[in-house]
């Protein structure tokens, strides 16, 4: 599928859409126009008057019309009201990335049955993260490829667990804050400490890239020395029970999404 051809309609403007948008700008991909629509005023317009390629079109189902790929990005809740009343032929393909509505039900929202679900993130500005693909669809990956790592998911349950673990994000920023903040309240400058975390983050994120092939079990335990501060700092957030928490979480958060509809 050539992205030269790809004419690209986005329905809702939010962070993920707009962070999409950004990527494919940063990357190889050639798109021949990126259609979105005003829902987000202040982000639509942004994107509008720093891309040429990018236009913004107040009807939903002109976005449609004019478009050959078709990036759902709006919440359930609106999803919901807004894709019956929507005409979205046969040779149209979908991309949704709303939540908690399963393909079943696009397929019936939509009376289309060219549709698949997909996962990214907001790092895909950058050009990072993982991209779930939910079943494994020749446009999605030709998109997606450019912006990421692409996984390709068959079984739909089963990309349920993927997107609970996408839940880390705000847990994982918000590991971040504290950790700042900490060293802030210790006397360290503001700018200084969250410069520090964040490369922290960082560079602990890339080593355990580099090194994901030994396990990362492995990285937990060449971290440690006996008797050393990381052995400490992690056997006391174990006696806390951060982690059984933690698992406690994503278990909810996959219960919450077995249930959608």
């Not at 809702?12 to 990357?27: A, D, E």
């Not at 994982?172 to 490369?199: C, H, M, P, Q």
Request: with cysteine; net charge positive; aromatic share 6%.
């Amino acid at each position: 599928y050539s992205s030269l051809f790809m004419i690209l309609g986005f329905i809702g403007t939010g962070k993920i859409s707009s962070s999409i948008i950004l990527g494919i700008f940063k990357s190889k991909l050639k798109v021949k126009k990126i259609y979105i629509s005003s829902r987000n005023r202040s982000i639509a317009k942004k994107l509008a008057n720093k891309f040429g390629r990018v236009k913004i079109l107040k009807n939903n189902q002109e976005i449609i019309n004019k478009s050959s790929i078709i990036i759902l990005g709006v919440t359930p809740n609106v999803g919901n009201k807004i894709l019956p009343k929507l005409k979205i032929t046969s040779n149209k393909k979908i991309i949704s990335l709303i939540s908690t509505i399963n393909l079943a039900n696009l397929k019936k929202l939509t009376n289309n049955k060219n549709i698949v679900r997909a996962i990214p993130l907001p790092p895909i500005e950058i050009k990072k993260g993982p991209i779930v693909i939910c079943p494994p669809n020749k446009a999605a990956k030709s998109l997606f490829k450019h912006l990421g790592k692409v996984i390709e998911i068959r079984n739909e349950k089963l990309s349920y667990s993927f997107w609970s673990t996408s839940s880390l994000m705000a847990p994982f920023y918000e590991l971040l804050n504290v950790s700042a903040d900490w060293l802030v309240r210790k006397g360290v400058e503001k700018s200084k400490a969250i410069n520090y975390i964040t490369e922290l983050f960082l560079g602990l994120s890339q080593d355990a890239v580099n090194k994901k092939s030994n396990g990362l079990k492995k990285l937990v335990a060449e971290s440690q020395t006996s008797k050393g501060l990381n052995e400490q700092a992690l056997r006391e957030l174990q006696r806390d029970k951060f982690y059984i928490k933690l698992n406690n979480s994503l278990n909810n958060v996959l219960k919450r999404l077995n249930k959608t509809k």
